[in-house]
């Protein structure tokens, strides 16, 4: 038989109207979410109208003692800076001291919550001598710890590091009291300031009014802090309290259990008077307890609908019995998505993350855009495309950004990289939501203006107002509703952060922020964070994340007291934070029936792939019965078809255009596509897919070789005779300015996308780094070729095309067949057709037959090319003595530096094209036949090495090496 949920029992102890008078007794609770089930309970329980018991939280309780009213987070956040620099009476900006703010006001909160003396703490201690006598109140234990901590410096000789640590030291506990004194005068606290005063209060003063005669009834505690300890202490004196400790004696009867560090004090110093029950119960013989793994983080949500399946959670009672709680929050969305169709209730306890949200991730990419934003001596704000992209793209801006989105597009691939406000264009006006330098100095308003803007864009009448996304909206508004608040502030103070710190500060406040669901909280499926769960049994646990370093979280809160500091003054230390989530972990699953434990078995990216400790104990030191479920993921292998395109009448068409006298030309890049995968071919060519355009501003490898070829281009075009002499290269090399003018001007044409070489614009980052790698590429090549000179040059990166007499189905056609020539030039009586490749070097090929055979393991594209122009050009000059070459620039140092290419197994130098022209010609006239051969349909190059590269390979299911 199943145990009975605690606040059951609770209810069934406090429904007993000779013990308890319910319209006088105030029952506490750790949280807010106990006190619907206990008065669910409690309803159960009674068939006749009774008065409910006042609810209140631990926290509620402190601060109605105090008096005070709690103060929000960014008023402490300001306030703390100015009192400091006050103190300090130091130049520190806002945006230098913003870092330690947090630190500084957890480390206060703890100070108070345990009743430390903050000048006593924060004392300088390095000599040691007032450990002697002046803290007396401490153990024995805590002075060697303290002694143990400061006995590091060295009265005689501090180092410069902990003469700033003192320094800082001493500032402290002034900032300490001066908080609390101006937050007092206001009547305004934070957390662990309204635990100290109620603790004051109840100390200083006769009984507080709201204590007078009401009876406290304390449920569900754990871990306390000095300040709870008192006031439980207090209220035991008193006689006007009891306790409820939710335990079981397999963790609490050990002395060693970590689960049971603070509860076995609680018991001890606060004995529960009337037991419930059921505080032996995780060794039961009707628990199943279910340990997942699954090898991926998302993955864990995937089988929640096999869990419920196996649990057997079908009916409305089975879900409202079922809890699936979440120890990494981020996991919300994803869950939400999984659960099983048939759960139509569910109720969501934690809140949605503000840090998943467009709204959020759009003020990201602001910043983003703001802090690689340019500004010139005018004033004027551009913007990084990539980043104008992303927030044109963000899906609260996609739709009043659509058409501008594509023109940036567009400028970017003509190499135009920095925006200004000018040219973001909206409906053809200039944009003022975001794009505006008006805003960019004043980063709470522009967030502002922009939010406001996506409110005025959404569907105001009744029938497009279903349209909206209700959380989407609700996040606006808590969003505009922080940024209000925050710029109030900031007009009432006299400092202004930095953009940078200011916007660090609006993201870090957002990504905290929770946006509660509503709905009915007790009805159908709950899903929940770890700490929701205290004091709240169910039959059902699911527990996703259940990994070493979520459960426990690692305990590395940063803090300016150091950890022997906080142990000599019983403050909390790291270790602590294992035995509480030990404790959530234990209590969570006691009284359940079926438990599944999901981990994400999977390493990578910062993940071990390990299960908690707590799955380790459960399986080696418990009795419950524990199994391993195993989860297949059988992915089916699709077998991939061949594709063939027979060439019907629209690809017949489509290849007829190539046969006219005014038709397409067939340049050596296209029928070295051909010849390496003919589908290739079809779709680039025939069919007209277009290839992806990659937006990209550094220089890739195509980028890199036409700058190189510009920049020759320039340096050989700008000398007055066609005659290139050693001297005459020898004189650039001398004359840099030369070079880098030809640089310039193959940067600002390729890169920049201008003719005049005069931009005025300069490589950056890593194009300034491959700007530097052409320019010595270029003066190796010079030095090189001066050894080679005196040459003619004939022609540089010109267009030579000739007619290529093909045999079609028995009927003879002319191809126009050419390209551009990077540089054809005469030396020593031959005519050189030259190439120059940027790429691995490859100067020989095995046999002509091997420039066109596409099961050739690695096809010389490269030889094929040069070849072919030399073809072509010996047609437009019969009779021409023509060596092809390739300059391969990569190895322009190398002392044998040459443009030669070697045929054969040995190596022979191929000094005129006539020795292969024949049998090139005549293989060239046959491939291109087939090419237009109607009855052979386009086919799959059957060689993958072809498809590692190629932009068309997702269509042919090639891009992973399928085959």
Known sequence: MSANPFLKEIARILIDPLSYDLAATTVVFPNKRARLYLSKYLGELTDKPLWAPQYLTITELMEEISGYLFVDRLYLLFETYRIYSEISRTSESFDSFYPYIDTLLADFDEIDKYLVNA?????????????????????????????????????????????????????????????????????????????????????????PQIISGKKFVFIGFNALNVCEERLFRYLKNLGCAEFFWDYDTWYTNSDIHEAGYFMRRNIRNFPQVKQTGNENIINNDYSHV???????????????????????????????????????ENLLLSTLYAIPDYVRDINVTMGYPLAGSAVVNLIDLIYELNRNSRRNKEGKVSWYFRDVLAVMENSLMRKHYAETAEAVRQHVLKKKVFFSSEEIVVNREQDTLIFADY?????????????????????????????????????????????????????????????????????KMLRTMHIPFTGEPLAGLQVLGILETRTIDFSN???????????????????????????????????????????????????????????????????????????????????????????????????????????????????????????????????????????RFCFHHIMGLPEPEEIAEDIDARDFGSILHACLEHIYSGFPQKVITKD???????????????????????????????????????????????????????????????????????????????????????????????????????????????????????????????????????????LLYACVYGKLNPGADMEPGLFFIRQAHAPDFSHAISLGSKKEKLTSYSMVGPEFENLLQMSLSGLFDFSEPFKQTENLRNCMYCPYAPVCRRESGNS
């Open 290 to 328: 279910l340990i997942v793994p699954v090898a991926s983080n998302s993955g864990q949500t995937g089988i929640l609908p096999e869990i419920f399946d196996r649990f057997g959670i079908k009916d409305q009672r089975d879900v409202e019995n079922t809890a699936v709680v979440l120890a990494d």
């Open 541 to 679: 646990i699911i527990l996703l994340s259940a990994n070493e370093k979520i459960l426990p979280r690692p305990a590395d809160i940063p803090s300016f007291i150091p950890y022997n500091l906080r142990k000599g003054f019983g403050m909390p230390t790291p270790e602590l934070q294992d035995a509480i989530y030990a404790y959530y972990f234990y209590r969570m699953i006691q009284r359940a029936k079926n438990i599944a434990l999901i981990y994400d078995s999977s390493a990578g990216d910062m993940r071990t792939g390990e299960r908690s400790r707590f799955l380790h104990q459960l399986v080696y030191e418990s009795r419950l019965p524990v199994k391993e479920m195993n989860v297949a993921s059988f992915v089916d292998r699709i077998p991939v078809k061949p594709i063939l395109i027979e060439k019907d009448n629209d690809i017949r068409q489509a290849l007829e255009v190539y046969l006219r006298a005014d038709g397409k030309s067939l340049s050596p890049s296209s029928i070295n596509e051909f010849l390496n995968c003919p589908l």
């Open 728 to 866: 005459m290269l020898e004189g650039v090399l001398k004359h840099e300015e030369i070079l880098f003018s030809a640089l310039d001007k193959a940067f600002d044409k390729v890169v920049f996308g201008v003719e005049s070489g005069e931009s005025g614009r300069k490589p950056e980052g890593f194009n300034f780094i491959v700007k530097q790698v052409i320019y010595s590429y270029v003066k190796q090549f010079l030095a090189a070729e001066s050894r080679t000179c005196p040459f003619t040059l004939i022609s540089l990166e010109q267009k030579y095309y000739a007619e290529i007499p093909v045999t079609i189905n028995g009927t003879s056609h002319s191809l126009r067949v050419g390209g551009i020539i990077d540089r054809i030039d005469q030396c020593m009586g031959k005519i050189r057709i030259l190439d120059y490749k940027t790429g691995k070097v490859m100067n020989s090929f095995k046999s002509v037959e091997s420039l066109f055979d596409s099961g050739e393991k690695i096809r010389n594209d490269a030889a094929f090319q040069v």
């Open 439 to 507: 805003f960019q100095d004043e980063p709470c308003k522009l967030l502002m203006e922009v939010i406001t803007g996506i409110i005025r864009q959404m569907p105001l009448s009744s029938e497009e107002k279903n349209t909206n996304d209700p959380v989407q909206t609700e996040v606006l508004f808590q969003v505009y509703t922080f940024l209000t608040r925050l710029d109030e502030i900031l007009s009432t103070k006299d400092f202004k952060p930095g953009n940078e710190v200011l916007f660090r500060l609006i993201r």
């Open 119 to 207: 000048d006593d703490l924060f004392q300088n201690l390095a000599d040691l001598k007032s450990l002697d006598g002046k803290f007396s109140y401490l153990t024995d234990e805590q002075i060697a710890v303290i002694r143990k901590f400061w006995d590091t410096f060295n009265p005689d000789g501090k180092t410069k590091g902990q003469e700033t640590f003192i320094a800082l030291w001493e500032a402290i506990p002034k900032v300490y009291h001066q908080l609390k004194n101006t937050l007092h005068q206001k009547q305004m606290a934070y957390e662990g300031m309204a635990y100290r005063r109620a603790v004051e209060v109840l100390e200083e003063k006769d009984i």
